[in-house]
């Protein structure tokens, strides 16, 4: 292959995705002479896929023991403990409501009980279930803030 038939051009490791796969359906287009329309048609439902992806990301932030500790002094901010009835029980953040994401009903609990002009601090025992819970309230359109490493990171950090 000679040096004028490659047309790939690197962006570095900074590149978006969404740089990288117009560059791909370019080449596609060059290639393979694809119909334009099928393939713009193509591009802009990847694209509209990968913008929803993000979107749900980027109304998810996951910070430490500390972050949590100064984020939830706002009054902006409620505190959800996504851990079961018991664990709740034996311990947590003062001020968090319980909403146990393991229920069926975690969802319809949450939007009934939280306001969306606020933002959602979530935490779990280690942040599993609170990253969970963080997808479900993002979806349901919540700016979430999730406890990396949960009540266990919490106590060690003696908050």
């Given at each position: 292959?000679?040096?004028?038939?490659?047309?790939?051009?690197?962006f570095?490791?900074?590149?978006?995705?969404?740089?990288?796969?117009?560059?791909f359906?370019?080449?596609?287009?060059?290639?393979?002479?694809i119909?334009?329309?099928?393939?713009?048609s193509?591009l802009?439902?990847?694209?509209?896929?990968a913008?929803?992806?993000?979107?749900?990301?980027?109304?998810i932030?996951?910070?430490?023991?500390t972050k949590f500790?100064?984020i939830?002094?706002?009054?902006?901010?409620?505190v959800?403990?996504?851990?079961?009835?018991?664990e709740?029980?034996?311990?947590?953040?003062e001020g968090?409501?319980?909403?146990?994401v393991?229920?069926?009903?975690?969802?319809?609990e949450?939007v009934?009980?939280?306001p969306k002009?606020k933002?959602?601090?979530?935490?779990?025992r280690?942040?599993?279930?609170s990253?969970?819970a963080?997808?479900?309230?993002?979806?349901?359109g919540?700016?979430?803030?999730?406890?990396?490493?949960?009540?266990?990171?919490w106590?060690?950090?003696?908050?």
């Amino acid at each position: 292959m000679e040096s004028e038939d490659c047309n790939f051009v690197y962006f570095g490791k900074n590149s978006s995705y969404k740089q990288l796969i117009g560059i791909f359906f370019v080449s596609l287009y060059q290639k393979y002479h694809i119909n334009m329309k099928k393939l713009l048609s193509l591009l802009l439902g990847v694209l509209g896929f990968a913008s929803c992806c993000n979107a749900q990301q980027d109304s998810i932030k996951t910070v430490s023991a500390t972050k949590f500790a100064q984020i939830i002094q706002a009054d902006t901010v409620v505190v959800v403990d996504v851990r079961t009835t018991e664990e709740y029980n034996a311990g947590h953040i003062e001020g968090a409501r319980n909403i146990d994401v393991l229920e069926d009903s975690f969802q319809a609990e949450a939007v009934a009980a939280l306001p969306k002009d606020k933002t959602v601090a979530v935490y779990c025992r280690s942040g599993k279930r609170s990253l969970k819970a963080a997808g479900i309230l993002a979806k349901a359109g919540y700016h979430v803030i999730n406890l990396r490493g949960g009540w266990l990171e919490w106590t060690e950090a003696k908050h």
